[in-house]
């Protein structure tokens, strides 16, 4: 529910676009552009935030926050009037409520389905994609009824849910402060003339250069490459895919193209879930992108509706589930312990990718008069993801281990 209702509101963005060029039609197209790319990419920039709150306190801790920071985000831009400020209520303060309500949920998953991550994963991420059918149809309803302040408002109010999502997450045995940190991982006796404070602080200096040791670790690296450039295709084919589309067909079908990458990726998040149980989710991670990747190549011959309805279905087919596997993956590499921050150095690539792909990608291509290079581009990033997850697989028993007394151990 959490997830439904503050982990897919950049759905909305979309809408929300239509309606700043309406109430600021002297404001540069680009600049509102931006304004809607920086409120996405932060779903994935700020990840971190919500991963650093996880390791000082809990994961109830982090979505009852995110609440309150999605209501004061919203909130504030419902007052607004100067449009420059948007950049910082819409789409630095309320992005980072969303980033890190979806970042609590996921690393609960995490902590709460140690041995059936893939499944649990699967099943709570059905909330991104089910919410693609009703949140832009909501926000368009909301701005036609009360205007975009007054939407604004109430989807902080809808954001504001996680308060009660957070609080019904008890934290679990995995989620402990700096002091019992020290504890459990039996430091040496700190001596008796040193406060509690001081100790808290010792304990949380060695929490945070255990986690140093993530980049030692040559899987969970592979991964982070892996996300740079996944991010990078896939913002690159959000982007730029229905106004392709529409080229190809003199008319506009990015709605029904929408609608289709929905459907697939709901049923992607379930059945790659559940297929982890059975499979490796890093060969699935791998062999998802790679088919994704050449089936891209072809995109110029798909001039029909019909093909590029299958093209758009396939495309939440086959991506849909990589967040959902990346999920699996990182829990089998860095285990539980180190779950929230993995977390969120793996999304902060992500949103590198978001944030730089499509300019980079379009760059490079600007001297070419045809789109489909675009494509191209994009679909060498998704068979580098490829390469990359087939790599993590036969590194695979080179795992970032736990001992008893809890020091971190690389086998490279």
Request: with cysteine.
């Amino acid at each position: 529910m959490n997830i439904f209702l503050n982990g897919s509101l950049p759905y909305s963005v979309g809408v929300i676009h239509i309606a700043l060029l309406d109430r600021y039609p002297d404001e540069d197209i680009i600049t509102i552009s931006w304004l809607g790319s920086v409120f996405s990419c932060m779903f994935m920039l700020s990840a971190f935030i919500g991963s650093i709150i996880i390791n000082v306190f809990n994961v109830r801790t982090c979505v009852m926050l995110s609440g309150l920071v999605s209501l004061v985000g919203f909130g504030i831009s419902s007052i607004v009037t100067d449009f420059r400020l948007l950049f910082l209520t819409f789409g630095l303060i309320a992005g980072c409520g969303q980033a890190m309500a979806y970042t609590g949920s996921m690393v609960a998953v995490g902590f709460y389905f140690k041995h059936k991550t893939g499944m649990a994963a699967g099943i709570i991420s059905c909330g991104s994609p089910i919410s693609l059918f009703v949140f832009p149809v909501l926000a368009q309803f909301l701005i036609d009824k009360y205007t975009l302040q007054g939407t604004f408002l109430l989807l902080g109010a809808i954001g504001f849910h996680a308060a009660v999502c957070g609080a019904l997450m008890r934290p679990t045995k995995y989620e402990i402060g700096p002091t019992q940190y020290c504890r459990r991982h039996k430091r040496p006796a700190i001596k008796s003339n040193v406060g509690q404070e001081e100790e808290e602080k010792i304990a949380l200096k060695t929490k945070m250069m255990a986690n140093l040791s993530l980049f030692r670790c040559l899987p969970f690296v592979l991964l982070l490459i892996s996300s740079l450039t996944s991010g990078a295709a896939l913002s690159t084919i959000y982007l730029f895919l229905p106004d392709y589309i529409n080229t190809l067909n003199s008319s506009s079908q990015d709605t029904i193209v929408l609608l289709f990458i929905g459907i697939g990726g709901t049923f992607s998040r379930l059945f790659l879930g559940f297929l982890t149980v059975a499979a490796d989710a890093a060969v699935l991670y791998g062999t998802t992108f790679g088919i994704f990747g050449v089936i891209t190549l072809f995109l110029n011959h798909m001039t029909s509706l019909l093909s590029q309805i299958i093209y758009a279905a396939l495309f939440g087919l086959y991506t849909g589930g990589c967040f959902t596997l990346q999920h699996v993956i990182m829990v089998d590499i860095v285990g539980v312990n180190k779950l929230s921050t993995a977390y969120g150095i793996n999304a902060l690539m992500v949103g590198i990718g978001y944030l730089t792909g499509p300019p980079a990608i379009r760059l490079l291509v600007d001297s070419l008069d045809d789109q489909y290079y675009i494509f191209i581009c994009a679909a060498c990033l998704f068979i580098v993801s490829c390469f990359m997850g087939m790599a993590i697989r036969l590194t695979g028993k080179n795992k970032l281990e736990v001992t008893d007394e809890g020091e971190f151990n690389s086998q490279l």
